[in-house]
Every structure is written in structure tokens, then in C-alpha cells.
Nanobody, 124 residues
Framework: QVQLVESGGGLVQTGGSLRLSCQAS????????AGWFRQDPGKEREFVAV????????YYADPVKGRFTISRDRARNTMYLQMSSLKPEDTAVYYC?????????????????WGQGTQVTVSS
């Protein structure tokens, strides 16, 4: 079992930056693909970014490409999402997740472990 805890959310103005963190409770986190998702009230949870199990590849949703960067610190069992040039449409609850799948996956249903979420609000 892996427990995930997000932090770093908050209120920021358009064009600003935030860095989200996802602290894992176990080293096995470093064996999994790890991703970020976000969800607005009344909408489905959507994929944001993923880093594969050995950190050799990263993938991003089109709306965040060039603005967000996903990374992992294996020594700290921690994953990050650096968000820059934030827009009001980035406002959502952001969740980190981990998947034991063989290949990188992009659907929430394919992730076994989830954090509780952290709110990001971008004011216009």
C-alpha cells in the first residue's frame, strides 16, 4: 500500500506559478508510474501529466504542455508539478496518483493509489 499526500495548492494570479508536491509513504512509489490529474466541480477528473516508473519519460495533456513540468525526487519519495503561466482555466482540485500498470496510462481508472487533492485557484 502507498499513501499519497499533496501539498502546495493555493490562490495565484493569472500568469503566476505554483509548485505542487506529492509525498509518498513508501519507496515502492518509485516503482510506479506517477501522475497528476485535476477536477472541477461537476466535471470528470482529467489527466494532466505523468512520469513513467524509471523517470525516463514524461507526458502532458495538451492544455498544459510548455507550462507544467512533472518530476520526481526518488530519495524523498516525492513527485512535483511545477506550474507556470497559470490561467483561470487551470483552476481545479489537483490529485496525484500512482499506477502499477506495465505501460504508462492516462485514465483515472488505471491508477490504484490517490491523494486527497489540493485546491489550485487562479484569479483573473
Amino acid at each position: 500500500q502507498v499513501q499519497l499526500v499533496e501539498s502546495g495548492g493555493g490562490l495565484v494570479q493569472t500568469g503566476g506559478s505554483l509548485r505542487l508536491s506529492c509525498q509518498a509513504s513508501a519507496r515502492t512509489f518509485n516503482l510506479y508510474h506517477a501522475g497528476w490529474f485535476r477536477q472541477d466541480p461537476g466535471k470528470e477528473r482529467e489527466f494532466v501529466a505523468v512520469i513513467n516508473w524509471d523517470d525516463s519519460n514524461t507526458y502532458y495533456a495538451d492544455p498544459v504542455k510548455g507550462r507544467f513540468t512533472i518530476s520526481r525526487d526518488r530519495a524523498r519519495n516525492t513527485m512535483y508539478l511545477q506550474m507556470s503561466s497559470l490561467k483561470p482555466e487551470d483552476t481545479a482540485v489537483y490529485y496525484c496518483a500512482a499506477s502499477r500498470a506495465y505501460d504508462v496510462v492516462y485514465q483515472p481508472k488505471d491508477y490504484e493509489y490517490w491523494g486527497q487533492g489540493t485546491q489550485v485557484t487562479v484569479s483573473s
